[in-house]
């Protein structure tokens, strides 16, 4: 083959794999619920699409942890980890304590409610030192004076009175973004989860970044504006989020939907309902594009999180979720309800069901399911092709 054949199938094949990994995002669900099954309560990892499964995950909640680590295992969320991680371990039990202590490089929560950081409270024993926990210096605050406080648990951090400083707590701007492992940044942006007593509770949407700016939005536990007139604070996400989506740097929200919309507002306790989310969701279109609201928001992904699946009477509220939110949708918007152990891409492209997790969307009998199975099923196929011809290329140059 001639060098000019050569350098012409060179740029066909790196255009071909550029295709297909064209998400900037990978993501692996511990837990997609808010209650109340603790083995699955919000946890979720995240890497850059194209970071070596090797360079590890940031954890954003952590509600969920060793347990939730152990369902993604029997998912095969983790099958491109090296073998060499998992020498002399003989159980998934084993595996999930050393994918956190090896793999997890840091973790950030929204705010200090349970739910969203006992998974790492109960597994710190375990955990390697020398990790950073990121939120508002508000959450962080809390978490040393409630939680890790030497009385309901050890002071493994390094605020608080007589602590082994296991973890450094690192506050997150408002505005500047601060640095974190593997290119990420963030910024963390107050917003309401009900009221503490008579005093609204903080809880935060977090935007985060690669350094060519394409960024993810997740919601901690939040209310809507419309409810929470005492304090709404979601307009200032939405403004700060319509540019990112008219630039085409954001196209993924993870946002919360705990109940569906039987629920009486006086019963939200600071959480959305399927009416409320796509009311949100209106407000964010009105700043994408307010001349033409409807379809404002296609190519937008919105994975719905803190399911409450787990109490009494709720039945099939995944189902229910699912299809309470397509009914009102004129927006645009594709709904996404992961279950446990999940892996799927994200931005710049659909997201995508890894193909080789053999875990589906709680809905497994929408036809996004289907379409989405079916595209990583190509997508495997495609890949196997190109690695072929990359092994080709290599034994004839």
Known sequence: MGGGAFVRAAVIWLALVAAIHAADFTCIVLGPQGGADESRASSFLFKPANSPAVNGFLSVESGSMLSSLQVA?????????????????????????????????????SHPHIDHNLGLVMSSQSDAAGKTIYGT???????????????AWPNLADRGANGFPMYHLQGLDETIPTALPLNFSA????????????VPYNSSAFFISLPNNKTFLYWGDVGPDSVQTYLPR?????????????????????????????????????HLTPRYVLQELTTLANYVNPAKVNNSLAGVTVVIVHIKAGLPGMGNIAARLQSQLQAGNNLGVKFHLPKAGARFDFGSSPLRLDAESVTVDLCATTNKMTEDSSASSRTSIVMYILDILHAMCRMLF
């Open 187 to 198: 910024v963390a942006m107050p917003v309401t989860h009900g009221k503490a007593g008579s």
């Open 73 to 109: 295992l029997e998912a095969n969320a983790f099958h491109d980890q090296p073998r060499s991680l998992f020498v002399n371990t003989t159980s998934n039990y084993e595996k999930a304590t050393q994918i956190q202590r090896t793999q997890i490089k840091a973790y950030v929560i």
């Open 234 to 270: 979601n307009y200032l996400v939405w403004q700060r989020a319509a540019p990112l989506i008219v630039a085409k740097k954001l196209d993924t929200i993870f946002i919360e939907c705990s109940y569906d919309n039987s629920r009486a507002d006086g019963l939200l306790f600071g």
């Open 137 to 151: 210096n508000e959450t962080l605050n809390y978490f040393s004076s409630s939680i890790m406080n030497n009385v």
